[in-house]
């Protein structure tokens, strides 16, 4: 049965164009090398199509049965076959190779065929992503984006137990080192030897291309700075955002924040993400024209968005990152006392930008969402930040993905949303059951509103919780959508000189 497993993944690689087929024999023996067997019969295979998923389950569940893997848990069981499909992926240089011949034709080629093998190798794991609870929400602010991230593996308590008793490595720094490629991973870093990466140049400098392995939209996209240096928000970033989008146009580009609350979960090394989508803040029109003196080759203005959005775009992107440099050192260093936004405490600096670049047919737009990161005894996870009363949905930091319209939930939210429809059809105690205490006071609001049914729940909650979500980006907002914040907005507005 085993030779038979062995022989359907061959194959796959095959169909899928990661080896030839002069390739076959090397391939069956570098696998049965991997997986400690030293004899193997050519089977007889049908013609069905392959599922990679569950012939890498069956390769896997017999290696921990003759006990090739330390522990059957999902660390191990993902270090091990990331190794088999490790031993079946292309060198970097044929990938790069093909996806410079494929740029040379058209982009969109070469990032279609570059995203489908990332797919093809198991580095994005289809069967995983699959998992995810995905639903669109009608808000006041268009349609958003909800995903419930099921694609991330749990916790395994085995390997947290082992990494204790692990040396402290440097190597790679950290998981968006170029060093990661190819690497075969240890219980507390995942492997990697199926992990191809891009070369490209951006701004003049060497930067690198690949895909996020949890891609939360279409063609997730990471692009990431050479050398192992923190993320910085500065004139040369809204340079390399915009060089990137000359680049690949049918892509957009946006950068985390550069401090913490307001910024990503890797903030130690400088990257952006961008992809093949459209996201509801890039939908969003322009509310109210602003002017800057000096540049009237740029159309910007105010985006009807619940954060604060500065929206540029011109025919030039150097134009852009020069007025974009001004409104950054002009954001840096702005407080206002009536408004509650302090650019700095105690020497300890609050006001950045998230800044996201697209194309508009042959002009360059560039939104600059301004954040501010203070602290406060009333919000002590951060002023502009999801107040406590909304973290039994998003308590984590909001970052460039949720600052465009897509909220990324926790996996606990799968069980407890289910639960609570159950209750609320039923008519019981939500307070009573510790998966739905923390939800029970918004529960109970909304459905007053409505006559729940087994049939409607489910939409009903959606949509709730995507009014939530578009609280959320309230909070976020530096300014709010009233009089006085659009006042205070306009008054930072002509700051910038």
């Not at 522990?71 to 044929?94: C, K, N, Q, W």
């Amino acid at each position: 049965m085993i030779d038979k497993a062995v022989a359907k993944l061959v194959r796959y690689a095959e169909q899928a164009g990661l080896i030839a087929p002069e390739d076959h024999v090397w391939a069956v023996n570098t696998l049965l090398e991997a997986l400690r067997l030293d004899s193997y019969e050519e089977p007889v295979l049908e013609e069905d199509a392959i599922d990679l998923a569950a012939v890498l389950k069956e390769l896997t569940d017999d290696a921990c049965v003759r006990g090739v893997l330390e522990h059957d848990s999902i660390v191990y069981r993902d270090l091990f076959d990331t190794a088999l499909m490790g031993r079946l992926t292309p060198p970097p240089r044929e990938v790069v190779a093909h996806f410079r011949a494929l740029y040379a034709e058209d982009p969109v080629r070469a990032t279609d065929w570059y995203y489908r093998f990332s797919q093809d190798t198991n580095y994005i794991r289809r069967d995983r992503i699959a998992k995810d609870v995905q639903w669109k929400a009608e808000t006041a602010y268009g349609e958003i984006d909800i995903t419930i991230n099921l694609s991330k593996p749990e916790k395994d308590p085995k390997a947290i137990a082992a990494a204790r008793d692990l040396p402290a490595a440097a190597y790679p720094k950290c998981q968006l080192c170029v060093e990661n490629e190819g690497y075969a991973g240890r219980i507390n870093h995942p492997a990697r030897q199926n992990h191809r990466v891009v070369p490209i140049e951006i701004n003049g400098s060497p930067w690198f291309l690949q895909y996020s392995p949890y891609v939360y939209y279409n063609e997730h996209c990471i692009c990431f700075n050479r050398t192992h240096t923190p993320m910085k928000i500065d004139r040369a970033c809204f340079a390399k955002l915009l060089d990137f989008v000359r680049q690949f146009p049918h892509y957009f580009v946006g950068s985390n924040a550069d401090l913490p609350i307001v910024g990503g979960s890797i903030l130690a090394h400088d990257h952006f993400q961008g992809g093949h989508y459209t996201f509801a803040m890039a939908k969003a029109p322009v509310e109210t024209v602003l002017a800057f003196p000096g540049f009237d080759d740029v159309q910007a203005g105010i985006v009807r968005w619940p954060m604060s959005v500065i929206r540029l775009r011109g025919a030039e992107p150097a134009r852009l990152t020069e007025l974009a440099d001004r409104i950054l050192t002009a954001w840096r260093g702005y407080s206002d006392a009536e408004a509650m936004i302090w650019a700095q405490t105690d020497g300890v600096p609050h006001n950045t930008i998230t800044p996201i670049a697209r194309r508009r047919g042959s002009d360059y737009e560039l939104d600059l969402v301004l954040r501010n990161n203070l602290t406060t005894k009333e919000h002590p996870l951060g002023l502009y930040h999801p107040h406590a009363e909304l973290h039994h949905i998003k308590k984590e930091n909001i970052g460039l993905i949720e600052v465009m319209g897509l909220a990324v939930l926790p996996a606990r939210l799968k069980t407890e949303l289910a639960v609570l429809g159950e209750k609320l059809v039923r008519g019981e105690d939500l307070r009573a059951d510790p998966l739905t205490a923390p939800h029970a006071d918004w529960a109970e609001e909304f459905a007053a509103r409505y006559t729940i049914t087994a049939e409607n729940v489910t939409g009903i909650i959606r949509k709730e919780v995507g009014c939530v979500f578009a609280t959320v980006l309230e909070h976020a907002g530096v300014y709010k959508r009233t009089e006085a914040g659009k006042a205070a907005f306009l008054r930072f507005i002509e700051s910038v000189k």
